[in-house]
């Protein structure tokens, strides 16, 4: 199955700084979502994306829909230590199935 | 709020066993899946329905078989685990309507001896 290239594959940041990460993919989707997964438990949504050049907030995350719809991008601003974990896109084209598929998922580590 | 439930958190089985991994929905969705998780491949699915007695198969299928018998619930089964099975399993479900997010539950951490 495809899979989406997701970078960086880790960061490790003072608190208080912003962090973006982004996914691609080789091919069009018309729904990104962004989870984030803390250890030893199931990824949680944080914000589902339906429309390409979409800039949508949850908090102090904010995600953006690509407006090739072959990208999405997550920033987090002022980042706090429990912002630690997993942060993983999925991607989806409802025209072609309603299988989704993921990015191999960004470790973040906030140093306090 | 839409809650999953994997029935285990933790399970160690021994190489040849029979697993069951259960997994149960309140929302009322069509969808659910079952995906492994690993390090460094990210989730891969495994098998997912569309609706009740549907199955189709994902990406990964071989060794697994699953079941749903109720709109709720949703079953995977290794019929006789081996070690490469050894992994992290997450169930997710959605609902039917257009293009809905999936929902996953906190997953179990299978071990096979």
């Known amino acids: 199955g495809q899979q989406l290239n997701q970078s960086p594959q880790s960061m490790f940041i003072q608190e208080g700084e912003d962090v973006s990460m982004n996914c691609t993919s080789s091919?069009?989707?018309?729904?990104w979502l962004w989870y984030k997964q803390d250890p030893g438990e199931g990824p949680v949504l944080l914000i589902a994306?339906?429309?390409?050049?979409e800039l949508t907030s949850n908090g102090r995350l904010t995600a953006q829909f690509g407006i090739t719809r072959k990208d999405s991008f997550l920033n987090i601003s002022a980042s706090i230590p429990s912002d630690v974990g997993i942060y993983f896109c999925?991607?989806?084209?409802?025209?072609?199935?309603?299988?989704?598929?993921f990015g191999t998922g960004t470790s973040l580590t906030v140093i306090p | 709020d839409v809650k999953v439930t994997q029935s285990s958190r933790y399970l160690v089985k021994r190489t040849g066993e029979k697993v069951f991994l259960e997994c149960v929905q309140d929302?009322?969705?069509?969808?659910m899946f079952w995906y492994r998780q690993d390090p460094g491949l990210g989730l891969r699915l495994i098998y997912f329905?569309?609706?009740?007695?549907?199955?189709e198969k994902g990406d990964i299928p071989e060794g697994y078989s699953v079941s749903r018998e109720k709109k709720e619930r949703f079953s995977l089964i290794l019929e006789s685990a081996s070690t490469n099975q050894t992994s992290m399993y997450l169930c997710?479900?959605?609902?039917?309507?257009?293009?809905?997010?999936?929902?996953f539950g906190n997953g179990t951490r299978l071990t096979v001896t």
């Open positions: 999925a991607g989806q084209n409802s025209n072609t199935g309603n299988q989704f598929y």
């Open positions: 929302m009322d969705h069509e969808n």
């Open positions: 997710a479900s959605s609902s039917g309507q257009g293009a809905s997010p999936l929902h």
């Open positions: 994306l339906y429309k390409a050049g």
């Open positions: 091919s069009i989707f018309n729904t």
């Open positions: 329905s569309y609706d009740v007695k549907m199955k």
